[in-house]
């Protein structure tokens, strides 16, 4: 009897307390990353180098949404970078590789459900070509949407997810 009202009087309190953590504790590693294909984060671009060479001419995109393979491919051919010349120095090539790699979609701890979909044989370029892309954008996002002149193209992730540069890529 004493035991169940001490319990009754405790337990109340230590849920609370409980459930209080794991939502503080869910939410500082959360904050850093962006949420993306039903709840699984992406990292945030840290790396200043990579913001600030990726970032001159388009949004530096998580690394988790690629392979290492796709990763190594684009970095391989700066000189044809999607039909522009975005060469780098070859130390500063070296950083931007080896960060895109640490980070990428199959580096250590990377969600296989970002990868389901991509054989092992395959080396997407694009992330739009990523199996995961296509079943978020599908039947949610006109395909005449991307021809908008504000959006330009399926590449430009911030003209629909304004928070994309920061990390949020959730419907907006």
Known sequence: MRTSRLRSVLWPASAALTSAGIVLA????????AVAEGGAPFAVVTDKTVQTECGACHMAYPPGMLPTRSWQAIMGKLDDHFGENAALDAKTTKH???YLIANAA????????????VASDQTPLRITEMPWWIREHRGEVSP???????VKSKANCVACHRGAAKGYFGDD
């Open 26 to 33: 869910v939410g500082a590693l959360m904050a850093p990353r």
């Open 96 to 98: 931007i590789t080896d």
């Open 106 to 117: 199959d580096a250590g701890g990377g969600s296989a459900r970002r990868l389901r979909g």
């Open 144 to 150: 005449s949407a991307f021809k908008d002149p504000r």
